[in-house]
C-alpha cells in the first residue's frame, strides 16, 4: 500500500520539513516557530505511532514499511528504507524523546535565548537524522543519516553549551568523523566485495549470507565497522569525548545524546555488524566482551569520583553502554534481547536523569553535587522524589525499567553462544555483577548527598527555585509512566523484538 | 603523408552551422558589447551587462536546440557530443552566475570600464565553449589560448592596484610559459603521429606505448595542463593572482577557467592517448598527491579568505586530478569510473566554490581587507548570508551529506576500485586536513560575536546568484544522481 510505503520516510522528513519552515520564519513570530516545531515533531511521534499500530507483530523478524527505489544508480545505492522489532522501538523511542524536548524547550530555552530559532530547527535536524539512522536499510544511506546527526550536535553544544562549550563540541566532532570514516572504509570493502547477481551493493538486506571471502577479510572489515560503533557508543577507552559533551551540552542536547545518540552505536553493531559479518563478530566477541566489563567497572568507579552531577551522569551512561554492549557480545538471543531492552530503558531513564540534572541546574546555576545539596528534597519535594525515583530506576531496581536490560545481559553472559569460550563469559557475568553493586553503590550515593540532609541557608532564602513546573510535569510524565510500565511489563517490548533476534542470532547457533 | 595532406584535400570545408550555433551567439553579443559601449555614455553603462547577459541566455538556448545531437564539423576538428554539451552548460550556467555576481561590483568599482570587462569575459568565455568540443591539438590549442589571454586582462584589471598588476604579470609569465611547454610537446607529437586529430594520434601511436619520445611528449603536454588547472607543483601564480584580481575575476579563474582546463586535459588524456596510461596516469597519481598535499597544507594558514580560497581550490585540483591517477592498465569499468567521478567533482565543485567566492563578493563590499577575521559574526550581521556561506564551506570540506561529500565520496570510490589504496589514504587524511580549516571560517561566521550589528546591505543580483547556488547544492546534496545522469552518458571513452 501506498501509505504504508512512504510512511517511514514522513517519520524521517517531517522534522526536517519542519526545519526548514522555521529557518523561513522571522524572528520575531516566536509562536509560530513554537507551532511548527511542536506541530512537525508531533507529527513524527503520531506517525510512528501509526507505524506501531499497523506493524504486524506475528512477522517481527520481516522487514515492514519497506520503499526500496533507485537513488544514487551509478553506485548501486538505494533509497532503502524498513523497520523490523529491532529498529521500531528505536524509532519510537526517537521521536517520544524529541517531541518531549521540543516541549521542554518551549518553555525552558537554553542560554543565549534570542536564538530560539536555531536551537529548534536544530533539534528537528538532529531527529531527520537519529529515526533515519534507525530505518535506513542501504549502507549509504545509513552513512548519511548517521553522519547527519553530527552538525546539529556539534552547534547544538557549542552554541548553546557551558563551560568549555566549543572544546566539547569540537572534541565530540572530531571523535565521531574519524571513527566514522573507517566505518565508510568498512562499507566500501564490503561493497566491493559483495555479489549480488554480478553487481555490487550497498543493501544491507542483500549483502547478508555474503562471506566476503574469509574470515580473515571479515575481520578486516569489522575493526573498521567497530571503530566506527564504538565510538559512537562509546566503549571504554573510546569514550572520553562523552563526559566533555555531555558535560557542556544543554540540556536536551544532553537529553538527546544519551537518549538517543549512543544507540546509533549499539544498534550498528545489531543492525549491521553482526548480521553482515557473522564469522568475524564470533572472533571478536570476548573482546568486545572484555572492553564492555571494563566499562562497566570501570564508568562507576568514575562516577564515585565526579563532582559534577551532569559528568556523573555521562559516566554512568558508560556503564550502562558497558551492559548492553555485554549483551551483544554474548552473540544469544537473550543478549541481544536485552541489549535493544537496555537501550530503550537506557534511553527513557538516563534521558530522565539529564532532564532533572539540567532543570537542578537551571535553578541552582551550579552542577556542582555539593553545592546544591544536601537536603534538596526539603526545598523543591517534587523534583526530589522524582530524582530519586528515576535515580533508583537507573541502579537496576527490579520492578523498574532499568533491571531487566541489565540482568538479562549477565544472565546471557552465563551462557553465551556456542563456540564462544563460556569460562571467559562467566568471568565477565561476575565482574558485571559486581558493577551492578557498583552502580548502585554511586547512585544511592548520590541521591543521599542531593536530597539528604539539612538544607543549607542560602538556599533555603532563595524565593527563585521552584518545584516542578508544569511543562516539567507534561514533558516527564510519559517518561516516568514508562520507567514503571516497562518495569513491570517488559514484554512490552520483547514481544516485539524476540522475533526479530531469533532470525538475527540463527547464524550464531 | 597522406593523413597530414587529408585537411588540404578538402579545401572547401563543410560547416555546420546548427553546431556552432551557441559560440556564434556568444560571438555575436562580444562584438556588440565592444561596438555598443563606444557610444554608451557612463550613467548607461549598465546595458553593457544586459547585452552580455542576454548572450549567455542566447547561447544557452541555442545549445538547447542541440541536447541529444551528436555532430562533428570542421573535418573533425569540432566535435559536439554530450560531453562537449555538458561543460557548454557548466560554462553557460557559471557564466550566467558570474553575470549576476559582478553586475554591483563593476557599477561600484569600475563604472566606465565595464564594457571592456562584459567584452573579455565573453571571449574567455567563448574559449571555453570551444573547448569541449576541440578534438584536435590545434583547435584544443586556440581554445586555451582563447580562455588564457582574455583572463590575463581581466586579472589585471584594477589598473591602479600594483597587487593586480602583480596578478596579471604573473599569470601571463607562467600562462605563456605553460603554453610553450604544451605547443612543444604538441609538435612532437604531430612529429610522431602525423596528424593533430586526437582519434588519429590515438591509433597512430597504438604501436607506440613505450616509445620514450611519445612518453616525454605527453608528459610536457600534461605539464602545461598542469599550470592551467593549477596543479602542484605548478601551483604558485594561483594565490597571488586571485588575490591581486578584481573578486568576480579569481572566482571565475578558480572555477570556469580551471574546468575548462580539465575538460581538454580529458579530451587529450583519453581520446588522444588511451593506449598511455601507464605513462600518463602515474603522473596525476603524483601530481594529484602533492596537489592536495600543498594546498591544504598551506590553506592552514592563511589569514585572507581570497588566499584560503585559492589554496583551498589548488587542494580541490587535487581531488579532480586523483581519478586521472588510477587508472594505469585498468579495464573499462574502472577507467568509466574513473572518468565519470571526476566529471561529477569538476561539476559539484564549480557550483560550491562560485558560492563560496559570491559570499566572499559580498561581504568585500564593506570589507576590502577581505580578512578571514571579518567573518566572524557573520550571523548576526546578515543570517542568510552567513548560513549559505557556511553550508559552501561545509560542502567544499566535504561534510556529509552536502554535495561536496558525494563528489568526494565517488572519487574515493574510483580509488578503491582502481586499487590505488595509497592514493585512497592520503585523500582521507587530506579531507580531514581541509575539514579543519574550512569549518574554523563556517564557525567564525556562525558562533563568534560580532564586533558590531551593522548590516551589509546584500544587492538583489547577488542574492539571486547565491540562492541560485544554495538551491544547486540542495538539489545535489539530497539526489546526488542530479549530476550523475550526465556524467556516464557524456563519457567520451567507449564502455
Known amino acids: ?509 | 603523408m597522406t593523413i597530414a595532406l587529408h585537411v588540404l584535400a578538402t579545401a572547401t570545408v563543410q560547416v555546420d552551422l546548427h553546431a556552432i550555433a551557441p559560440e556564434v551567439v556568444l560571438a555575436g553579443a562580444l562584438l556588440a558589447v565592444l561596438v555598443i559601449d563606444l557610444f554608451l555614455p557612463d550613467r548607461f553603462k549598465e546595458i553593457n551587462g544586459a547585452i552580455a547577459m542576454a548572450g549567455v541566455v542566447g547561447a544557452a538556448i541555442a545549445l538547447v536546440t542541440l541536447i541529444g545531437e551528436h555532430r562533428t564539423t570542421f573535418n573533425g576538428m569540432f566535435v559536439l557530443d554530450s560531453y562537449a554539451l555538458l561543460f557548454k552548460f557548466l560554462f553557460l550556467a557559471v557564466a550566467g552566475v558570474l553575470l549576476l555576481m559582478t553586475v554591483d561590483y563593476l557599477n561600484e568599482e569600475v563604472r566606465g570600464a565595464q564594457g571592456e570587462f562584459y567584452f573579455l569575459l565573453l571571449a574567455s568565455l567563448l574559449g571555453m565553449m570551444v573547448m569541449p568540443s576541440a578534438r584536435d591539438m590545434i583547435a584544443l590549442f586556440i581554445a586555451l589560448e582563447t580562455v588564457s589571454i582574455p583572463a590575463f586582462v581581466l586579472a589585471g584589471f584594477k589598473k591602479r592596484d600594483a597587487s593586480s598588476n602583480e596578478a596579471a604579470i604573473k599569470f601571463f609569465l607562467i600562462g605563456v610559459l605553460a603554453s610553450a611547454v604544451m605547443l612543444f610537446g604538441m609538435s612532437l607529437i604531430y612529429g610522431v603521429a602525423r596528424s593533430t586529430n586526437l582519434a588519429v594520434i590515438a591509433e597512430a601511436l597504438q604501436g607506440r606505448t613505450h616509445d620514450p619520445l611519445v612518453s616525454a611528449s605527453i608528459l610536457l603536454i600534461i605539464t602545461g595542463f598542469a599550470f592551467k588547472v593549477s596543479a602542484a607543483p605548478f601551483h604558485f601564480w594561483a594565490p597571488d593572482t586571485y588575490e591581486g584580481s578584481p573578486v568576480p575575476v579569481a572566482a571565475f579563474l578558480s572555477v570556469a577557467s580551471k574546468a575548462a582546463g580539465f575538460a581538454g586535459l580529458l579530451q587529450v588524456a583519453f581520446l588522444a592517448f588511451p593506449h598511455h596510461t601507464h605513462v600518463w596516469a602515474p603522473g596525476f597519481a603524483i601530481l594529484a598527491a602533492a596537489t592536495m598535499t600543498v594546498g591544504n597544507v598551506i590553506a592552514l594558514s592563511q589569514t585572507n579568505i581570497v588566499r584560503l580560497l585559492a589554496y583551498s581550490s589548488i587542494a580541490q585540483a587535487g581531488y579532480m586530478l586523483l581519478p586521472l591517477g588510477v587508472v594505469a592498465g585498468k579495464g573499462p569499468e574502472v577507467q568509466g569510473d574513473a572518468f565519470a567521478s571526476a566529471l561529477t567533482y569538476i561539476l559539484i565543485y564549480s557550483f560550491m566554490n562560485l558560492g563560496a567566492f559570491a559570499v566572499v563578493i559580498a561581504v568585500g563590499r564593506r570589507k576590502p581587507g577581505n580578512l578571514i577575521s571579518d567573518y566572524e559574526g557573520l550571523l548576526q550581521r546578515e543570517p542568510g548570508l552567513a548560513l549559505a556561506g557556511a553550508f559552501f564551506l561545509l560542502s567544499l570540506a566535504g561534510v556529509v551529506p552536502t554535495a561536496g561529500f558525494w563528489a568526494k565520496f565517488f572519487v574515493f570510490r574510483a580509488a578503491i576500485s582502481g586499487g590505488t589504496i595509497w592514493l585512497a589514504a592520503l585523500m582521507v587524511v587530506n579531507t580531514l586536513v581541509g575539514l579543519y580549516y574550512y569549518v574554523q571560517v563556517a564557525a567564525k561566521m556562525i558562533l563568534r560575536e560580532a564586533p558590531d550589528r551593522e548590516r551589509l546591505g546584500v544587492p538583489r543580483a547577488l542574492t539571486v546568484a547565491i540562492a541560485l547556488m544554495v538551491l544547486v547544492i540542495v538539489v545535489v546534496t539530497v539526489y546526488p544522481d542530479a549530476f550523475n545522469h550526465f556524467s556516464p552518458r557524456s563519457t567520451l571513452i567507449a564502455l
Request: net charge positive; aromatic share 12%; proline share 4%.
Open chain 1, 1 to 509: 500500500m501506498t501509505f504504508d510505503k512512504w510512511l517511514l520516510s514522513l517519520v524521517v522528513f517531517a522534522p526536517l520539513v519542519g526545519a526548514g519552515l522555521i529557518a523561513m520564519t522571522p524572528r520575531a513570530r516566536k509562536d509560530l516557530i513554537h507551532f511548527v516545531a511542536v506541530a512537525s515533531s508531533g507529527l513524527a511521534l503520531l506517525l510512528s505511532i501509526v507505524a506501531l499500530a499497523r506493524f504486524d507483530y506475528g512477522s517481527t523478524g520481516k522487514m515492514q514499511f519497506e520503499a526500496n527505489t533507485s537513488w544514487i544508480s551509478t553506485i548501486g545505492a538505494r533509497y532503502h528504507m524498513g523497520v523490523d522489532g529491532i529498529s521500531l522501538p528505536m524509532l519510537v523511542l526517537t521521536t517520544l524523546l524529541t517531541f518531549l524536548c521540543v516541549l521542554y524547550t518551549l518553555k525552558i530555552m537554553p542560554k543565549p535565548r534570542d536564538k530560539r530559532k536555531g536551537f529548534l530547527a536544530l533539534i528537528l535536524l538532529l531527529e531527520t537524522g537519529m529515526s533515519g539512522t534507525f530505518t535506513a536499510l542501504d549502507l549509504v544511506l545509513f552513512f548519511v543519516f548517521w553522519e547527519l546527526v553530527l552538525v546539529p550536535m556539534y552547534f547544538m553544544i557549542s552554541i548553546w553549551g557551558s563551560e568549555r562549550k566549543e572544546y566539547s563540541a569540537i572534541k565530540f566532532f572530531l571523535y565521531t568523523l574519524f571513527g566514522s570514516v573507517f566505518m565508510l572504509l568498512g562499507f566500501l570493502a564490503m561493497y566491493f566485495r559483495s555479489d549480488v547477481g554480478g553487481a555490487h551493493t550497498f543493501d544491507m538486506i542483500a549483502l547478508q549470507g555474503q562471506h566476503f571471502g574469509g574470515v580473515g577479510f571479515q575481520n578486516l572489515v569489522f575493526l573498521g565497522l567497530f571503530l566506527g560503533f564504538a565510538i559512537k557508543v562509546p566503549m571504554w577507552p573510546f569514550h572520553t569525548w562523552l563526559p566533555d559533551a555531555h558535560g557542556d551540552a544543554p540540556t536536551v542536547g544532553s537529553v538527546l545524546l544519551a537518549g538517543i545518540l549512543l544507540k546509533m552505536g549499539t544498534y550498528g553493531f545489531i543492525r549491521i555488524a553482526l548480521p553482515l559479518l557473522p564469522d568475524a563478530a564470533k572472533d571478536w566477541a570476548p573482546y568486545i566482551g572484555a572492553l564492555s566489563v571494563i566499562a562497566i567497572i570501570y564508568g562507576a568507579l568514575c562516577c564515585l569520583a565526579q563532582k559534577d552531577i551532569k559528568r556523573l551522569i555521562a559516566f554512568s551512561s558508560v556503564g550502562h553502554m558497558g551492559f548492553i554492549m555485554l549483551g551483544i557480545s554474548t552473540l544469544t538471543p537473550t543478549g541481544i534481547n536485552a541489549a535493544i531492552f537496555g537501550m530503550i530503558a537506557h534511553g527513557v531513564i538516563t534521558g530522565m536523569l539529564f532532564f532533572l540534572a539540567g532543570s537542578i541546574y537551571e535553578r541552582y546555576h551550579t552542577r556542582q553535587i555539593d553545592d546544591i545539596g544536601p537536603g534538596m528534597l526539603q526545598k523543591i519535594p517534587r523534583m526530589g522524589v522524582i530524582f530519586v525515583f528515576v535515580g533508583i530506576a537507573s541502579l537496576g531496581l527490579p520492578g523498574l525499567a532499568g533491571f531487566w536490560g541489565e540482568v538479562l545481559a549477565l544472565l546471557a553472559a552465563f551462557n553465551p553462544a556456542p563456540g564462544l569460550p563460556n569460562s571467559l563469559f562467566r568471568t565477565y557475568m561476575v565482574l558485571g555483577g559486581v558493577g551492578t553493586i557498583l552502580t548502585a553503590g554511586y547512585m544511592l550515593w548520590l541521591i543521599q548527598r542531593l536530597n539528604l540532609g539539612v538544607l543549607r541557608e542560602k538556599w533555603a532564602k532563595d524565593r527563585q527555585i521552584d518545584d516542578v513546573r508544569s511543562i516539567e510535569t507534561l514533558a516527564w510524565a510519559p517518561l516516568l509512566a514508562f520507567v514503571l510500565f516497562l518495569g513491570v511489563y517488559p514484554r512490552a517490548i520483547f514481544d516485539i523484538t524476540t522475533g526479530a533476534v531469533n532470525g538475527l542470532t540463527r547464524v550464531f547457533r
